[in-house]
């Protein structure tokens, strides 16, 4: 089971940290992506972790301002979002999965879902 928090109301310009808890499996071996989706869009891929660490990969449109990162003893993965715009207001959701490199950034390499949280971008 994932379960996202940390959604929110921010400003354009700020911050925000959204976390991803995990319960009932190990992660190891596992891969850990966030995906996106905004209102009359399509969901897509923000970025993604190997859990044991290694290959990291982001969408080129948060690159340099959103970052993965994972607490291994929570059991739990961050998205932090930094610099945040207008156009990152979404509902972002965490998968995991285990997939080669090159799909990493495929919604049909993740096989568990969480609920989604809502981001909401305004002054």
């Known amino acids: 089971q994932l379960v996202e928090s940390g959604g929110g109301l921010v400003q354009p310009g700020g911050s925000l940290r959204l976390s991803c808890a995990a319960s009932?499996?190990?992660?190891?071996?596992?891969?850990v992506a966030w995906f996106r989706q905004a209102v009359g869009k399509e969901r897509e891929f923000v970025g993604a972790?190997?859990?044991?660490?290694?290959?990291?990969t982001y969408a080129d449109s948060v690159k340099g301002r959103f970052t993965i990162s994972k607490d291994r003893p929570k059991n739990t993965a961050y998205l932090q979002m930094n610099s945040v715009r207008p156009e990152d207001a979404a509902v972002y959701s965490c998968?995991?999965?285990?997939?080669?490199?090159?799909?990493?950034?495929?919604?049909?390499?993740?096989?568990?879902w969480g609920q989604g949280t809502q981001v909401t971008v305004s002054s």
């Open positions: 998968a995991l999965g285990r997939p080669i490199l090159s799909s990493m950034a495929y919604m049909t390499s993740y096989y568990y």
């Open positions: 009932g499996a190990t992660l190891s071996g596992y891969t």
């Open positions: 972790s190997r859990w044991s660490g290694g290959t990291t």
